[in-house]
């Protein structure tokens, strides 16, 4: 199926991206009409296509918690000054990006109680980040959080494979199974970075996990 992929940071996707209207991104734009997605068996439906496969939701599951558990590992053995410095990405820092990655995590367990995803779409990461001004209270926090999903994940294990509800988001609804995706590869994308950005800084990770290794998992070939 012909298509056109643009990037808002460039002229050309710049313009492309204002004459549609200025969507939220990322967006796909039928007949003129943008919709925001969160995940791509979003785009399969919009389509009318079949959605495309992908892990069972028990085994995306355990990957986060073990990108989760890499992250927390990860800032715990970090200066508090290369926490709190920019990053390429976007000039976000480690703490930033934690509460980008890592925070939305903590929301997965009441999303499969509730049927509903409460992580918005208005930017509160820097505030959030604010709330957290040691090396340590922010490991603390990712900790926690690893803690807290791995232990739902491991009590739902056998459910997980065979309940998959219906999930309202603020980027649309989407079975449970998709969102895990999508947390999957949001939280693998942005340790990939932290990664790259410590490797830089000459600093070798202290979990040196690869999320290139998780089973299905496409990322961008750009880090940044």
Same mark, same amino acid.
Not at 89 to 96: C, D, M, T
Not at 151 to 157: K, Y
Not at 179 to 192: A, D, T
């Given at each position: 199926?012909?298509?056109?992929?643009?990037?808002?940071?460039?002229?050309?996707?710049?313009?492309?991206?204002?004459?549609?209207?200025?969507?939220?991104?990322?967006?796909?734009?039928?007949?003129?009409?943008?919709?925001?997605?969160?995940?791509?068996?979003?785009?399969?439906?919009?389509?009318?296509?079949?959605?495309?496969?992908?892990?069972?939701?028990?085994? #995306? =599951?355990?990957?986060?918690?073990? %990108?989760? !558990?890499?992250? $927390? +590992?990860? *800032?715990? &053995?970090?200066?508090?000054? @290369?926490?709190?410095?920019?990053?390429?990405?976007?000039?976000?820092?480690?703490?930033?990006?934690?509460?980008?990655?890592?925070?939305?995590?903590?929301?997965?367990?009441?999303?499969?109680?509730?049927?509903?995803?409460?992580?918005?779409?208005?930017?509160?990461?820097?505030?959030?980040?604010?709330?957290?001004?040691?090396?340590?209270? #922010? =490991?603390?926090?990712?900790?926690? %959080?690893? !803690?807290?999903? $791995? +232990?739902? *994940?491991? &009590?739902?294990?056998?459910? @997980?494979?065979?309940?998959?509800?219906?999930?309202?988001?603020?980027?649309?609804?989407?079975?449970?199974?998709?969102?895990?995706?999508?947390?999957?590869?949001?939280?693998?994308?942005?340790?990939?970075?932290?990664?790259?950005?410590?490797?830089?800084?000459?600093?070798?990770?202290?979990?040196?996990?690869?999320?290139?290794?998780?089973?299905?998992?496409?990322?961008?070939?750009? %880090?940044?």
């Amino acid at each position: 199926m012909p298509f056109e992929s643009v990037d808002r940071h460039t002229a050309e996707g710049f313009a492309r991206w204002q004459a549609a209207g200025s969507p939220a991104i990322p967006s796909i734009e039928i007949d003129g009409t943008s919709t925001l997605i969160m995940h791509v068996s979003q785009v399969a439906a919009l389509l009318g296509l079949p959605a495309p496969p992908a892990p069972a939701a028990t085994r #995306l =599951a355990y990957d986060i918690a073990v %990108v989760v !558990d890499s992250w $927390a +590992a990860n *800032v715990r &053995a970090l200066p508090w000054e @290369l926490v709190v410095a920019e990053s390429p990405s976007r000039g976000r820092s480690i703490r930033n990006l934690t509460m980008n990655a890592v925070y939305p995590i903590s929301l997965l367990p009441a999303a499969y109680a509730t049927g509903t995803f409460e992580w918005g779409l208005v930017d509160m990461d820097e505030q959030l980040a604010r709330g957290y001004g040691t090396t340590e209270a #922010l =490991a603390d926090f990712a900790r926690r %959080v690893h !803690d807290e999903y $791995a +232990a739902f *994940v491991f &009590a739902h294990e056998d459910v @997980l494979a065979e309940s998959d509800p219906w999930i309202d988001a603020p980027r649309g609804r989407m079975r449970f199974s998709d969102l895990l995706g999508h947390q999957r590869f949001h939280i693998s994308f942005h340790h990939r970075q932290v990664v790259a950005f410590l490797q830089e800084r000459g600093v070798e990770p202290a979990h040196p996990f690869r999320v290139e290794h998780l089973d299905g998992l496409t990322l961008p070939g750009s %880090v940044f």
